[in-house]
């Protein structure tokens, strides 16, 4: 079970620069969520995928951030021109969903930490 | 603002000692899940309950769903220093098919 990975685990950048992240789910699940977390907080949803398809994001997510999935494999998170305030745990999490409903825990990555200077 | 109440937001127990950790929402869930995280790492997932009144346990873990779907409980017995960590609960509203809601958290602390 090679569970879900996330690459890089930290990195550091500084203000006003592009960075993207990977994530490479659980093989055989369909769904690919991302979330942020900062200290002393739950998950905080960005967005989703089923398949290739990204059917939701977040209403609070600025337009400099922008995730892809292109072959319902493995998933980008990109945050261009960064700022202070998007310092956090980027999680990525995968789940296997039959019709609509959710049916099968998440499966988180261990995140990528993001430090902006 | 969290959507899941969780409490306590922390929790110093003596190794041995049994503690309770709840989960509250004002919406009837579909299901509901609780994590365990270590700081700076991802959520490893504990358990899930999905019916009214349903109870799991896992070694020296058990967590139940009440009957109205509403609130959960997780209780661990006989704490060991490996219980430390920050416990999550998320939840999937009935109104919602896709997107968890989170509670902040329950740093949990054992002291020897």
């Known amino acids: 079970d090679t569970g879900v990975s996330q690459d890089p685990r930290h990195k550091i950048t500084k203000r006003g620069q592009n960075v993207t992240f990977r994530c490479d789910p659980i093989s055989e699940h369909n769904r690919l969520y991302w979330y942020r977390q900062t200290l002393g907080q739950g998950p905080e949803f960005l967005t989703y995928?089923?398949?290739?398809?990204?059917?939701?994001k977040s209403r609070l997510l600025s337009d400099r951030f922008s995730a892809e999935r292109p072959k319902g494999s493995f998933s980008t998170l990109e945050i261009q021109r960064t700022e202070q305030g998007d310092s956090a745990m980027y999680l990525c999490?995968?789940?296997?969903?039959?019709?609509?409903?959710?049916?099968?825990?998440?499966?988180f990555g261990n995140g990528t930490r993001l430090t902006v200077t | 603002s969290q959507e899941l109440e969780q409490s306590p937001q922390s929790l110093i127990v003596q190794e041995g000692k049994n503690l309770t950790i709840n989960c509250t929402s004002s919406?009837?869930?579909?299901?509901l899940y609780w994590y365990k995280q270590k700081y700076g790492e991802g959520l490893i997932f504990l358990m899930m309950?999905?019916?009214g009144g349903e109870e799991k346990s896992h070694e020296k873990i058990t967590a139940k769903l009440d009957e109205k779907k509403q609130q959960s409980s997780l209780h661990i017995t006989a704490s060991q220093p490996s219980h430390a960590g920050i416990y999550l609960c998320g939840a999937t509203p009935l109104d919602s098919n896709y997107q968890l809601i989170w509670g902040a958290g329950t740093k949990l602390i054992i002291k020897p």
């Open positions: 309950l999905q019916k």
């Open positions: 919406k009837t869930l579909y299901g």
């Open positions: 995928f089923q398949n290739e398809a990204q059917l939701e």
């Open positions: 999490a995968s789940s296997l969903a039959r019709g609509g409903r959710v049916s099968s825990p998440l499966h």
